[in-house]
């Protein structure tokens, strides 16, 4: 059906309904950003202009006393693969991100499954959750008397096989990482278990009850259902996990206290430990893009995973 | 074939039948248990070990029950003295109230400004603001360090409060720019033709809306700023502005010989707040938890 | 109260041509309904009036006053919306009262209004109940409680029954008319609905694309559609369009008949030219049904299948390819295939240009 | 609108932040726990220069470090500041931002204060930079009892009797030292200390890259340290509390810095009644005897003392026998001035044992070392304690070489 002709919209009356938009959405963007202000200047001021500044640091010879006037190219990203202990820092980074990508996982897991609908499981799952509230300077504290040559370990180990053990987990650089990563773990399982039990009860009822009609056993059900309903769960976990790994501190300053080689122990302890303890600032700021680097990269890769499965659930 | 189910005896049966079928399972509550037992072992550790004094942890197995609950008293004292405790909780307490609360405050406005006004490119401002969170603490150490040293804002409660509001305002804005995009836009066309300035939509209608998120991310917020060491160990260094956690890495380090009592003792102690707002507000938690993913 | 003039009214989103220069009188006290299709502009309209939407081109005046460029909570309107938007974390009387508590009104003339509103909508039970606690049809009395407590000028409406189920749908209808009329109140009301339109108005806004394709009382523009798009769009069933051709006499052709028309009530083209005929389903009589047209043509067709309404009955048949819907009152039950005559009525039938669709009728 | 008022009051209370220092002058420290006595140093310092100077206290270590750093590299040195000796006083004085104070310890050492020795300490090529806040000898603590039950009588003068003591320690039921390796730092002290009883000269050149880590010199005293591992002369290198084998009375001796003393008194070891101090001896008769001093300067910045000329007045009170006198009673401490009355037995005995013997003073391994090294090479020698078999050592010794050699090679 044909409409109506009315004479077309002449450039003038265009230009007018340009200029009356522009206005009212200049007034109303105007009274935006001030409701944005006052977070944006605290985010640029100390957030994204430091980003910037630590990058452009990096490529300086800011040290001790010196100024920061001299340009030193790539000497700083140089200088990391001379390190004599780097291999010992990539080793232990990896320990930590691998470590606290699959072990809390698997843990959180199993005992999400564990603890469906077992009587009493808001109080297992609020006692399991407890620790994540607990400062990690905290918790390494505690944890560093439990893993002491005369500690809980040692004894409930050395009452079990009769006999006297005094190992020094924190002291062995063969422990070290694997019992701090081991605390991680206590401290974190807690909220991967939850999370993945919020995913779990997201999963609808109706593919699970039509697979038990089709006579399918627990595992299956587990392995073909919930776990790929589970998927985009496991990845939003995943992501927190290895960016905790990455950027682990707490934890390894604390307990690593009395362990020679405290600045091997992970990139993120071995770029304070330039930084500070040897006074490299320009150095430190270079380490901190590399970390930063891997973590942005790994994360990335990680969404783009995620994005992926869940493209093919739906 | 007729059911009377007016019989009282038939009814029992069927209930119990549906019992029977609902039976949890003690096999999966006896092995939840026993995990929960291994999994609560430090906790066990840490509450007999504040009961004992330094003469005592040292000679007797960690695993031994305190001879008595008076020294708990002692070690409080102990702790809160020479770590300089008292000062360093009244500092923590002041910089995770106002941090989270400001920084919380902040971004909900900010989500305010960009999801209920008519703002170009919202989405770059978004990303701008956010941006801040794609990186690890570990960039920000130096040029904050001698960027507050430069301005004076190191060592000061100021510059504690400031650098702790700004990291908590991303993670906050990312998640109320969510949960205010769910708000139907209707109530604030509906309280504007009211009468309402913009603040006005902002406090009474879009902040009441949002309370639980708010709480929740208050409460993370909170939780973040309290139990920080990474920052306020490197930009609060003197006595006055001293975190509880710094305080508390203070206490086990080197200088102070204090037995393994007392810095548990002041473990315990830098962790009531924590624990205590998790007790009476888990629902938030738990509810936070879910924002965040 | 105040009247309403919309002057050369235009929306630009962008390229894109939303309203196309509307210009419109509401009197004071008139209930205006704007109605049209979905994306023919109307709500755009309202919320340019309400201030929610800016006036790319033309003036806005309520009350002799030129608001262009003042705030909605400036213009002396209150707002009804579709989904109410009643806010959620108040109670009723909290939602009724927050416009007059922020204008910084005394409390006694706060209550004053609130408890009028209240009475008069009968929500005196559920005042301390939250939104969520309330039903569909409760809903939709506080917000209207909540537009008429603040006394304004001008009430807006944006389709404010569609969520409601039909029957409360027809009571609430009329339960805003007699309060507008009690008001004596200046309404604007959007519905894609011709019935509310037509129950509810004095006067209908018909738009089509942007543009106001006819104005006029209910039954003026049911009698007198201006052109096929308000031919088709008011009425139920949708009036049968079909194409013909002048004959002398004067007569129409189509279907193979010839339809006398009234000489004189239509401006009528050359025998031979081709036009648009169009002829409501009650102007289609079934033999034996209803009263005989005076003046008009026979046709019988083929019934394909009825819809029977219970005092009525529609009746699609088909003559000669062409499907035609009659309407038979006390109906009886026909079957599929079965032959029945009708009478067009000759003194209803609607006759439009072929080539603008405008209608050919002088008055 | 509330957003302004809340804008300006946030800009009110920030100015106010950064107006809070309106002291003359500030003196900035690390040393947590000597609070007591730097407020008395404070309150004097301002007495007797009439300016009004406010103390400042910042921890850890090398925060403070890195303060101070970033403030003189932004030309802003801190009025007042405490430091470190050796290489870290060299670098700091490298900056040109720090008075040069010799009239001031001319005079003092005419008032017969300090001697020759101490301004030795504190200067840089000849020119002393710097007054002393604490000079600390390092002997051997040693518990009387501990001795008296093994049937010691005297503490040991020559290698040998050291050798013999501590195998009656350990006949006696103790473990002859305590050793402990807490806080990242406690490693090199006995490495030092086996170094100067073996080849002082060979120490020091450790210090300045002409004597590399894995050479016969280092070679002699990690065996030394191995030998005494293996004999079982140590406690456990992995315990954080470093003094509860002292306090317990399960080691013997103590191989540390004098103001260990005052520790120790807190913790019920009277100093002289229970705690005496020795030098340990040489291993060859024919090695110089060597003592280890471990100096706390205090530095003023150049463009403040040209400020305020009244800060040299300062500085005059900080060196004196009244700052002295009371930073010791305050917190034990010894400021080296020769003319206060020593804290406690410790100081005295290490006072009279060093005015009989005349030993040589080397500065401390830690500030005499190179600061990027400090840490590293420390380490290293933390590891060879948790792990003292003689593999250990021979990689601790090679790695601290190949640390050593890429040092110096980029000087």
Redo the contacts between chains.
């Keep these: 059906m044909q409409a109506p002709q009315t004479p077309p919209i002449s450039a003038a009356i265009r230009a007018e309904a340009h200029r009356r938009e522009v206005a009212a959405r200049r007034r109303s963007g105007r009274v935006a950003l001030v409701f944005i202000a006052p977070a944006l200047a605290l985010v640029a001021l100390f957030l994204l202009l430091p980003v910037l500044f630590n990058l452009g640091l990096s490529f300086t010879r800011w040290q001790r006393f010196s100024g920061l006037d001299e340009f030193g190219g790539l000497m700083n990203y140089q200088r990391l693969f001379m390190v004599p202990y780097l291999s010992e820092v990539v080793i232990n980074t990896a320990m930590w991100v691998i470590g606290a990508i699959t072990l809390p996982l698997a843990f959180g897991l199993g005992l999400a499954l564990l603890l469906r609908g077992v009587p009493g499981e808001g109080l297992f799952k609020a006692l399991f959750f407890l620790p994540r509230v607990l400062a990690p300077a905290a918790v390494g504290t505690i944890w560093f008397y439990v893993y002491a040559p005369d500690g809980v370990i040692n004894t409930l180990a050395g009452a079990a096989v009769g006999q006297e053990i005094d190992y020094g987990w924190l002291f062995e650089s063969h422990t070290i990482t694997p019992a701090i990563i081991m605390t991680f773990v206590w401290q974190t399982l807690g909220i991967n278990m939850v999370l993945l039990l919020l995913g779990m009860a997201a999963i609808p009822r109706d593919p699970i009850e039509a697979a038990h009609v089709d006579g399918a056993s627990s595992w299956q059900i587990f392995r073909h259902i919930i776990w790929p309903l589970l998927l985009p769960t496991v990845f939003v976990v995943t992501i927190l996990n290895v960016i905790a790994g990455f950027t682990a501190f707490d934890l390894i300053w604390v307990m690593g206290n009395g362990y020679p080689a405290q600045r091997s122990l992970s990139l993120a302890v071995f770029m304070y430990y330039e930084t500070f303890s040897n006074s490299r600032w320009a150095f430190g700021a270079a380490i901190a893009v590399m970390l930063s680097a891997l973590v942005i990269l790994v994360s990335w890769a990680l969404t783009v995973m995620q994005s992926r499965v869940e493209a093919r659930i739906r | 074939m007729a059911v009377d189910i007016s019989d009282p005896a038939f009814l029992e049966g069927l209930k119990r039948k549906e019992r029977a079928r609902q039976r949890p399972s003690w096999l999966r509550l006896a092995i939840a248990s026993l995990l929960l037992v291994a999994y609560l072992v430090p906790f066990y550790y840490l509450f007999v070990t504040i009961f004992k004094t330094t003469d005592e942890y040292l000679r007797s197995s960690v695993l031994d029950l305190p001879n008595s609950l008076a020294p708990f008293w002692d070690n409080v004292v102990q702790a809160w003295t020479l770590g300089g405790m008292g000062r360093a909780s009244i500092n923590s307490m002041s910089y995770a109230v106002l941090g989270a609360g400001l920084a919380t405050a902040l971004a909900a406005a900010a989500a305010y400004g960009l999801t209920r006004l008519k703002l170009r490119s919202a989405n770059a401002w978004f990303m701008l603001i956010f941006a801040g969170t794609l990186f690890p603490f570990q960039m920000f150490l130096v040029p904050l360090f001698f960027g507050f040293q430069r301005t004076g804002l190191i060592n000061s409660w100021g510059g504690m409060v400031l650098v702790y509001t700004a990291i908590c305002i991303p993670f906050p804005l990312l998640v109320l720019r969510g949960s205010f995009g769910a708000i139907a836009r209707e109530i604030d066309e509906a309280a504007r033709i009211e009468g309402a300035s913009e603040w006005r939509v902002f406090a009474s209608m879009i902040v009441p809306n949002a309370k639980g998120a708010l709480i929740a991310l208050f409460l993370i917020q909170f939780t973040f700023i309290w139990n920080d060491l990474l920052f306020s160990s490197i930009l609060a260094g003197s006595p006055e502005v001293r975190s509880i956690m710094v305080a508390l890495q203070a206490l086990q380090g080197t200088y102070s010989s204090t037995g393994p009592n007392v810095v548990v003792t002041a473990s315990l102690l830098s962790s009531v707040p924590t624990v205590l707002l998790f007790i009476f507000l888990r629902r938030y938690f738990m509810s936070g938890l879910q924002l965040g993913t | 109260m105040a009247s309403v003039d919309l002057k050369d009214f235009v929306k630009l989103y962008g390229d894109h041509v939303a309203i196309k220069g509307i210009d419109l009188h509401v009197e004071d006290g008139e209930f205006c309904v704007f109605v049209g299709p979905s994306g023919c502009g109307k709500s755009t309209l309202l919320r340019m009036i309400a201030g929610l939407e800016t006036i790319s081109h033309g003036d806005l005046t309520i009350g002799g006053r030129v608001v262009n460029d003042v705030p909605s909570r400036d213009r002396g309107i209150a707002m009804v919306f579709q989904s109410y938007a009643l806010y959620p974390h108040m109670t009723v009387r909290d939602n009724l009262g927050f416009g007059m508590k922020i204008a910084g009104q005394d409390k006694a003339e706060i209550d004053r209004r609130r408890e009028g509103a209240a009475e008069m909508l009968g929500l005196g039970p559920y005042m301390e109940r939250r939104p969520s606690e309330l039903s569909g049809g409760q809903r939709q009395r506080v917000a209207i409680g909540r537009a008429m407590v603040r006394e304004p000028e001008v009430f807006l409406f944006d389709e404010p029954l569609s969520n409601l189920d039909a029957k409360l749908r027809n009571q609430t209808r009329l339960e805003i008319k007699r309060l507008q009329q009690q008001l004596g109140a200046t309404v604007i009301f959007v519905t894609h609905d011709q019935i509310e339109a037509m129950t509810l108005a004095d006067k209908i806004v018909v738009l089509q694309d942007g543009r106001v394709a006819q104005t006029g009382a209910p039954l003026d523009v049911f009698e007198r559609p201006r052109n096929l798009f308000v031919a088709g769009f008011i009425g139920a069933p949708a009036m049968n369009v079909l194409p013909a051709e002048m004959g002398e006499g004067p007569v129409v052709r189509a279907l193979g008949l010839e339809i006398p028309v009234e000489p004189g009530r239509f401006d009528l083209p050359p025998a031979g030219a081709p036009v648009t005929l169009g002829i409501r389903s009650e102007d289609i009589v079934p033999e034996g049904h209803g009263q005989r047209p005076q003046t008009g043509a026979d046709l019988s067709g083929q019934v394909k299948f009825s819809e029977v309404l219970g005092n009525e009955s529609l009746v699609f048949f088909d003559v000669g390819g062409v499907e035609l819907v009659s309407r038979m009152q006390r109906p009886r039950p026909v079957r599929e295939g079965e032959e029945l005559s009708f009478r067009i009525d000759g003194t209803r039938i609607h006759l439009f240009d072929s080539e603008t669709e405008t209608t050919l009728r002088r008055d | 609108?509330?957003?302004k008022t809340l804008?300006a009051s946030a800009a009110i209370?920030?100015s106010a932040?950064?107006a809070?220092?309106a002291q003359d002058a500030t003196f900035y420290y690390d040393k947590?726990?000597w609070d007591e006595g730097f407020a008395a140093l404070i309150e004097g310092a301002s007495e007797a220069s009439g300016l009004d100077i406010a103390g400042?206290?910042?921890?850890?270590t090398?925060?403070?470090?890195?303060?101070v750093?970033?403030?003189?590299?932004?030309g802003a040195a801190p009025a007042i500041f405490t430091w470190w000796n050796g290489k870290q006083l060299d670098?700091?004085v490298?900056?040109g931002e720090i008075a040069d104070l010799t009239e001031l310890w001319d005079e003092a050492i005419a008032n017969g204060w300090f001697s020759e020795a101490e301004r030795e300490l504190f200067s840089v090529d000849g020119t002393p930079y710097a007054i002393p806040l604490n000079v600390a000898r390092w002997p051997v603590l040693y518990n009387k009892d501990a001795f008296a039950a093994a049937g010691i009588d005297a503490p040991p003068a020559t290698w040998d009797e050291l050798l013999a003591d501590a195998d009656a320690l350990k006949e006696a039921g103790y473990i002859p030292f305590n050793a402990p390796?807490?806080?990242?730092?406690m490693?090199f002290i006995w490495f030092s200390e086996l170094m100067v009883r073996t080849d002082p000269d060979a120490f020091v050149g450790l210090t300045d890259g002409t004597v590399p880590y894995n050479g016969p010199e280092v070679q002699r005293a990690m065996e030394i340290w191995t030998d005494f591992y293996e004999r079982g002369y140590f406690t456990?290198a992995?315990e954080?509390?470093?003094?509860?084998f002292m306090?317990?009375e399960e080691a013997a001796m103590y191989l540390i810095g004098e103001w260990t003393a005052g520790?120790l008194a807190n913790?019920g070891m009277e100093p002289g009644e229970k705690i005496g101090a020795f030098l340990m001896p040489p291993v060859d008769a024919e090695t110089e005897n060597t003592v280890i001093v471990e100096a706390a300067p205090i530095v003023f910045s150049a463009d403040a003392m040209e400020e305020m000329p009244a800060l040299m007045d300062a500085a005059r009170y900080l060196m004196s026998p009244e700052a002295g006198n009371a930073l010791g009673q305050a917190n034990g401490i010894y400021s080296g001035n020769l003319m206060t009355d020593a804290p406690n037995a410790i100081v005295s005995d290490v006072n009279a044992i060093i005015a009989e013997d005349a030993p040589r003073s080397v500065v401390r391994w830690w500030e005499a070392v190179p600061?990027?090294l400090q840490?590293?090479l420390v380490?290293?020698?933390?590891?060879f304690?948790?792990d003292p078999t003689a593999e250990n050592a021979q990689r601790v010794m090679d790695?601290m070489q190949?640390?050593n050699e890429?040092y110096w090679a980029f000087q």
């Excluded at chain 4, 090398?62 to 303060?67: G, H, I, L, V």
């Excluded at chain 4, 390796?181 to 730092?185: I, L, S």
């Excluded at chain 4, 954080?240 to 509860?244: G, L």
């Design positions: 609108m509330k957003i804008m209370t920030a932040w950064t809070a220092a947590n726990g400042q206290q910042l921890t850890p090398d925060r403070y470090q890195a303060y750093m970033s403030s003189i590299a932004g670098s700091l490298e900056t390796a807490v806080g990242g730092w490693g456990d992995r954080q509390d470093e003094t509860r306090v317990n520790i913790r600061p990027e840490g590293d380490s290293q020698m933390n590891a304690m948790l790695d190949s640390l890429s």
